[in-house]
């Protein structure tokens, strides 16, 4: 049921998200973040989970890395197909959370702003460790949930499902403490490589993260 509401609520707007994500000097920034954690991409098999518009499907394939994007909003497919014209992508229209490829088949897993749509976390990251080759690495960003406090509950412990409006789009996501991204990641079986916080740029709160950044082996 609920996978449905978010597909719903990303063929509504998705158009609306794709534009302002491309306005964005801190999403551009936190692309750049990413690609220095993941190193050189070139000749190596990713899935972008979640791939959205493919803001960063089209960087990684530009880079010569071969990126299988999934995600499951239609609206969002047809764009990144449209965003990516030209470059050798496959999209599908898949729930991340049971995607059917084959396990052990991808160096590295890309999920980026897509965690807080999820009910079960631990279902999400089994899937991400089953598909990943051994030694594979997992990029995880989300927004930072310092920034959830700041901006919508004015309390760190408030977790779970939360409705919130910002850009003119009202949305749910779910809440969650550092501590329980990293456990959950722990005991599926994930090893911590590198954690990062980037200062926002060119804003005027630049007291607090927007975006938290996690690098895990399997
Ligand atoms: C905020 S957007 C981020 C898109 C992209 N990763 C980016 O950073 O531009 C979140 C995306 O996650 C997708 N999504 C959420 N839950 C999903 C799931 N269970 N399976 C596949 N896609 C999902 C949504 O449809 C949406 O396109």
């Known amino acids: 049921m609920e996978k449905e509401e978010v597909r719903e609520l990303f063929d509504k707007y998705g158009e609306i998200f794709a534009r302002q994500q491309e306005k964005d000097m801190n999403r551009h920034w936190l692309s750049e973040v990413i690609q220095a954690m993941m190193g050189e ?67 590295l897993v890309t999920s980026i702003i897509t965690i807080g749509w999820n009910r079960s976390l631990k279902k999400v990251l089994k899937e991400y460790y089953r598909l990943l080759k051994k030694g594979g690495q997992l990029i ?19 977790t779970g499902k939360h409705w919130e409006v910002s850009n003119g789009w009202e949305r749910f996501g779910y809440y969650r403490k550092i501590e329980d991204i990293l456990n959950t990641a722990i005991e599926v079986g994930f090893t911590l490589k590198e954690i990062r916080e980037p200062k926002p740029k060119g804003v005027k709160h630049k007291f607090y993260p927007y975006f938290l950044v996690l690098k895990f082996e399997k």
């Open 140 to 158: 995880l960003a989300d927004v930072h949930p310092i920034r959830k406090m700041v901006v919508y509950t004015g309390n760190y412990f408030e």
């Open 41 to 107: 991409v070139k000749g190596k098999k990713i899935l972008d989970t979640g791939c959205g518009a493919g803001f960063d499907s089209k960087i990684m394939a530009k880079k010569g890395a071969e990126v299988v994007g999934v995600d499951i909003s239609p609206k969002m497919i047809k764009l990144a197909k449209k965003k990516c014209k030209g470059l050798d992508i496959r999209f599908y229209i898949k729930d991340m959370v049971n995607t059917g490829f084959r396990g052990e088949s991808f160096d």
